[in-house]
């Protein structure tokens, strides 16, 4: 079984910085994509950004330029460095893993950007 847990969040003024970072347990054979999703109130979860296990990324176009995935799978964490941070950045970030036809979830962090 995989387990994720986030930390990192919290809440910053416009333009400021954060930095989250998820841990992972569990084992994993194979490869697999870890993301950063994130849902603000009253709208769906949207992907924000991700990693593959060859270290390609994607981004979401609101956010390309700003934020950077990173993976370390010696410390099987993943993180996601959010930069010129913006009013609608504000939302729960979640962590997620993709194995094959299975995906996982962490409990999710709370982002907040004040203008």
């Known amino acids: 079984q995989v387990q994720l847990t986030e930390s990192g969040g919290g809440s910053v003024q416009a333009g400021g910085s954060l930095r989250l970072s998820c841990a992972r347990s569990?084992?994993?054979?194979?490869?697999?994509?870890m993301g950063w999703y994130r849902q603000a109130p009253g709208k769906e979860r949207e992907l924000v950004a991700r990693?593959?296990?060859?270290?390609?990324?994607n981004y979401a176009d609101s956010v390309k330029g700003r934020f950077t995935i990173s993976r370390d799978n010696a410390k099987k964490t993943v993180s996601l460095q959010m930069n010129s941070l913006r009013p609608e950045d504000t939302a729960d970030y979640y962590c997620?893993?993709?194995?094959?036809?299975?995906?996982?979830w962490g409990q999710g962090t709370q982002v907040t950007v004040s203008s």
């Open positions: 997620n893993v993709i194995i094959s036809d299975r995906q996982f």
């Open positions: 990693i593959d296990s060859n270290g390609r990324t």
């Open positions: 569990g084992r994993i054979f194979g490869p697999y994509i």
